[in-house]
Structures are given as structure tokens and as C-alpha cells.
């Protein structure tokens, strides 16, 4: 018997609790969108890869939240890339706490691999029953009387099937089932926790905002640019005129960290024991099986993720967007490294050119990836000259207005004014921490979430606001496909106004086994 294959704890039938004198009705009695606010959010994730498990393990730490199912098309295995030595099972057992020092030691990594020259990871735990144990073992160690055990599922069509009291989803698959799986999530009057990027496709961001809409139920994306200090800092600094008007924008990432670039693999490969590939493809068009395409690698791949800025420009522009209220913008095109029909470029620059509003002037927007940066502005002090040199921290952003310029993170953070002045100081490194308590802090965009489920107000990255997000830096995936080729954007129609050939890409016509 291997690791995953533990027997179960059987789930417990548990009442609703009384709240001012009444009696809570499951939702699906009552088909309301909304759980009392006295009331646990009942949750399950899709997809239970590096990133599902992470957010999972903040899920089943926050006490409006219980945890009763998991799906994944991957039974088990301890191929997923982490950001550190063993990190997934370390982070486990430290959710966990006291007496779990050695849970799971046959979850624990086999060793690293490396994907790239640049890039070595370290191999970790993944799959719908590495979680269920997880699950159970967090409830079962505080001996919640509310616990029912959790479920693990292989399609999430079951799932939301079976799971009759269920009333949120976090979705954490590969970018090309974000759409799917929300949309069909949302049609069963659940609410839905979405990991970055939103979508695979323009026209699937705004059917999803459009469902959002329609079924009344709370939707957001684990993104914290818009509710950041940061983000707030520089807002108020450009709206004080720190640098006059704003007409420049650039971002620069140091990804990918995976494979782009490259040719489809010729040869076909046998099928992981406990996998289902035909469903991992899903939507995407069929193809044999090959380790090119996952875990983590998927990203780089046309059919599958959205490349180095789906990855990254969900972060910052939906700051950017914040800051500067920007609409879609007017039009957009690439320059980029060598092209491959089905993997984006090693390195690209995407331009992208936004509408003025109001009194504000247009805005040009500039992004950077595989190494590439802007030039180095003149008078930039030398503790800030490793913005602009290679390695994978330097990564930036850079807001240019008409009497100067913000220099920060690339999420903002630290942001600094040129030339300086004491009105606009730069504020001091943050000791990571949760209020003196230890841990890492809480995410304040789930938090906005839970509060949307409970019958509060809209996340500040629900699908609706993050639609338009969303759509601009796809456009600028797209422009990375056809590289020295301007689009000119309709965003009120959603098509490029100048190309059918950029149109057919602006959604991906799903197999019919998996349409949605």
C-alpha cells in the first residue's frame, strides 16, 4: 500500500448552528447565491498542483472556511516544481503544527530538477490524495466536531454533481480549464476563487464576468496589487502631481522559468499510472503525452497557459490599472526572440497604448520578459541600479510622467520618486509577519473574497473588475504570437479591427466532450 492509498475517515453528518433565533437552511433549499454570515463557507479546490496546495493550506487555516473536497486528474505523484527544498511538505506540516514534525515521509521530495540553464527546482508532493490527507489530518488534529472528512475527486463534473451543500470552488488547473470550470461552477450557484490569470481567452474573460453577473455570486482572483500599500502609496503620489502626468509605463519580469521557445516533442510517452491525460488536455486540442507539457512546463505552451506575462501581468497591471484607471487599451504589438508556432518567445518587449480619460493623457505601456529591460533612466542612485541588471530579483516597474519618475518592484513595492523629494520618501523594508503572530500575513484579496461570499461587497478582483485586466495583457500574449505586427483593438466589440487573423485567437474553440 503506498502513501496515497490510507484508509479514509468517514464523514460525519453535521446540523447547522442557530443564529438569532433561526435556523440556517442549506443553500441549495434555499437556491441562494449567498451563505448566512453565520455560517462556514464550504469550499473544494480544482487542481492540486504547487500553487492549489499553497492557497489550499491558507483556505484551511482561516476559520470562516471548511475545506470538504479536492479534485485533480492526478491521483498522486512528487513531480511538482516548489520554490524551495521540500516546500510543499515543510509548509504542510508546519500548517499543521506541533506533533507533525514528521507527517508524510513518504510525500517528501526525491530531489530537484532543472528546467532551464537559469532555473533548478526542487520536485514536491502534488494530486488530489497528497491534499485529502492533508485535509484530514489538519481537521482531524483539532478534532473539529463540525468535520465531515473530505472527498477526492478526479473530474470536478462530478464533483459539483455530488456535492449537493457545496458553496465555493477554488480553481488552481492549468490556465486553459480556468474558463470551464468557473463558468460551470458559477451556473451551480457557487461562489468562485479563481487563480491568476483569469482566463485562457479574451471572450472567455468576459463570458465568465458575464456569468459572475447573471448568477449573482461572489468571484476573485488571489491577486493583492489592488488592495496593496503600494499600490495605494504610488496612487496617491501621482494624483499629489509627484511626477506630473503620466505617459510612460514599463514592467520587466525575469521569467520564464520554464522552457519557451521550443518545438513540439516528436515522441509520444507512456501515461503516469493514476493520470488522466485526456482530461488534463480538456478543452485543448488533442495530443499524445509527453513530460514537455507538465507539471509547471505547461505554461510556456499556446494551447495550455499564457506564457511569462498570463504569469506575471495579472500582478502588476491589475495595479497598474488601479493607479491610473485605464480602460483596454487601443492597440498593441511585439517584438520578440526567435518564434515557435505552439511556445511563446524566450524574451520579448510588448507595447501596448491606452486611451486618456478624463484630463489624464494617453498612456504608453511597455512590457518586458525573458532578461530583457528598459534603459536606465539617467540620475537613477546606484542602490537602485540593480533594477536594471540582469538576475531573476531585479524585476521592476517604472511610471514616467512630465516632471519626473517612480522607480519600484515589480509589484510596486518600495517605490521611490526621481528626483528626490522629502514629500515623497520611500518607505522602509517590511518585515514579513502576521500582526507579531508569526506566519505570513493574510492575503487581502482572499479575505475581500470570503467577505463577497458572506454577502459583503465585491472583491476588488472580482471577474468583473478584472475582466478589462484581463484583456489587455492577453492582447499583448497575442501580439507575442506575431511578433512586428500592430493590432488595432475594438474593445466594445472585442475583435481587432485590422486582422481576422488575430481574431481567431481571441478564444480557443473547446472539444465538444469538453465544452462548457
Known sequence: MNGFEEVRISRRVFAGAAAAGFMIVPRHVLGSPFVPPSDKITLATIGLGRQGQAVTMSLLARPEIQVVAVCDVNRGSKDYIEYGDNALLVAARRLLGSGYENWAEDLASPGK????????????MG?????RRLV???????????????TAYPDYRELLEKEKDLDAVYVATPDHWHAPISIAAMRSRKHVLCQKPMSHSIRDAHRMAATAREMKVATGLPVNNPSSESTRLIASWIADGAIGAVREVHNWSSRPFWPQGVERPREAQPVPEGFNWDMWLGPAPERPFNHAYLPFVWRGWYDFGCGSFGDMGCYSFAGVFKILDLAPPLS????????????YPKASIVHLNYPGRDSRPPVHMAWYDGGLRPPRPAGIAADDDHFFQKGEANEGILY??????????????RPRVYPDNPKYARP????????????????????????ACKGGPPSLTNFEAQCPVT?????????????GERFEWDAANVRVTNSEKANQYLEQAPRSAYKV
Open 113 to 124: 530538477v532543472r528546467l532551464t540553464p537559469e532555473f533548478e527546482s526542487s520536485l514536491g
Open 127 to 131: 494530486g488530489r490524495e497528497p491534499a
Open 136 to 150: 484530514e489530518a489538519y481537521y482531524s488534529a483539532r478534532k473539529q466536531s463540525a468535520y465531515k472528512g473530505c
Open 332 to 343: 498593441v504589438e511585439a517584438c520578440s526572440s526567435e518564434s515557435f508556432e505552439e511556445t
Open 400 to 413: 514616467m510622467g512630465d516632471k519626473g519618475l517612480i522607480l519600484a518592484g515589480f509589484n510596486g513595492d
Open 428 to 451: 522602509p523594508a517590511r518585515q514579513r509577519g502576521n500582526g507579531g503572530q508569526g506566519g505570513p500575513p493574510r492575503d487581502a484579496a482572499i479575505d475581500q473574497w470570503i467577505g
Open 471 to 483: 484583456e489587455a495583457f492577453l492582447l499583448g500574449c497575442l501580439a507575442q504570437r506575431f511578433p
